[in-house]
């Protein structure tokens, strides 16, 4: 959706090193989500974020939205293979009862 | 079994055939969605349906329609398929706080 973008499109990172994936709404989030999706299989719920400036961890990875909340940025820490995937974020921009979704971000972890 | 439970997996049809899929599931929520995914595109919203008796079309819905069968059963027709409805269906649900969807493993679908 042109309503939300994702950046960068597409990640090869090394095993081990930290990467950021960020997404941007054209308006005001009532809220924020992250989703995992394995090549080819159905999405995972990772986190929710509603309240500008909200932070959530889970494992080595790590959401945040920003005070405005218009943007929100995901970083993996010390990444590994497992990571891999498609990361896509997902926004409610009517007061909770559906989801646009941006194009998503493709991560590679080099062994 | 799966929270969400979509059939077929994997279809391939030819141009015009009517094709159906179907999703069930056990979360016991009242919503469910149907979205399609597209290199590039992300996911867009088929249709949507807050309970048996409420569907409502999303930002795609030319060409698909919906029935919704009891509070767990969600299905997705394709009238007269063509080949650009080639793509990776998704069934989702969500509940009434809407603290995110739990998706279905995807029908990846191929009009020829």
């Known amino acids: 959706s042109q309503e939300l973008e994702q950046s960068p499109q597409s990640l090869i990172v090394q095993e081990g090193k930290n990467l950021t994936i960020n997404c941007t709404s054209s308006k005001t989030l009532y809220g924020l989500y992250w989703y995992k999706q394995k090549y080819g299989e159905g999405l995972i719920f990772l986190m929710m974020l509603q309240k500008g400036g909200e932070e959530k961890s889970h494992e080595k990875i790590t959401a945040k939205l920003d005070e405005k909340k218009q943007q929100s940025s995901l970083h993996i820490t010390a990444s590994q293979p497992s990571h891999a995937g498609i990361y896509l974020c997902g926004a409610d921009h009517t007061g909770g009862f559906k989801t646009i979704f941006g194009a998503g971000t493709r991560l590679f972890v080099k062994a | 079994d799966a929270d969400v439970t979509q059939t077929p997996r994997n279809r391939i049809t030819k141009t015009g055939k009517r094709i159906m899929l179907e999703c069930s599931q056990t979360k016991g929520h009242d919503r469910m969605y149907w979205y399609r995914q597209d290199p590039g595109l992300g996911l867009r919203l088929i249709y949507y349906?807050?309970?048996?008796?409420?569907?409502n079309k999303g930002e795609i819905s030319d060409g698909y329609s919906v029935s919704r069968q009891a509070q767990a059963k969600f299905s997705l027709s394709l009238e007269s398929a063509i080949p650009n409805q080639t793509a990776l269906y998704f069934c989702?649900?969500?509940?009434?706080?809407?603290?995110?969807?739990?998706f279905g493993s995807g029908t990846r679908l191929t009009v020829v």
């Open positions: 349906s807050f309970d048996v008796k409420d569907i």
């Open positions: 989702a649900t969500s509940d009434l706080q809407f603290d995110g969807y739990t």
